[in-house]
């Protein structure tokens, strides 16, 4: 597989509703690397997926609900998440996420 350069522009932005939007960038079949919008109050609701996933914290402010429990994080903060783990976040603080998946989400680009 070559490499593949994704320039942010040509990105194109999703709008997921509810003040969340996403913007997938960069991925190969076994790693992918998405950007996440967030507006102050908005919510990424609870929910579990096969893929381990890494989530960067950018900017803003985050309550992260993992396993039940919870987490404020800021920018510069990070989580990890084992494939199967019910996560979600509430956001505090109008912010961004990268969030990185093993493997890609197949369903982010289908």
């Known amino acids: 597989m070559k490499a593949k350069s994704v ?4 990105a194109p932005l ?4 509810g003040g969340v939007s996403r913007r997938v960038l960069a991925y190969t079949p076994l790693l992918m690397t998405v950007e996440v919008s967030f507006e102050k109050g908005s919510t990424g609701a ?3 997926h096969p893929h381990c996933q890494n989530t960067y914290i950018l900017s803003g402010r985050f309550r992260f609900t993992v396993d039940g429990e919870d987490v404020e994080v800021a920018a510069g903060d990070s989580l990890a998440f084992p494939a199967d783990v019910p996560h979600g976040t509430l956001c505090l603080e109008a912010g961004r996420l990268l969030d990185i ?10």
């Open 101 to 110: 998946f093993t493997p890609m989400r197949e369903d982010f680009v289908n």
């Open 46 to 48: 609870v929910h579990s």
């Open 14 to 17: 999703q709008d997921l509703g």
């Open 7 to 10: 320039f942010h522009n040509d």
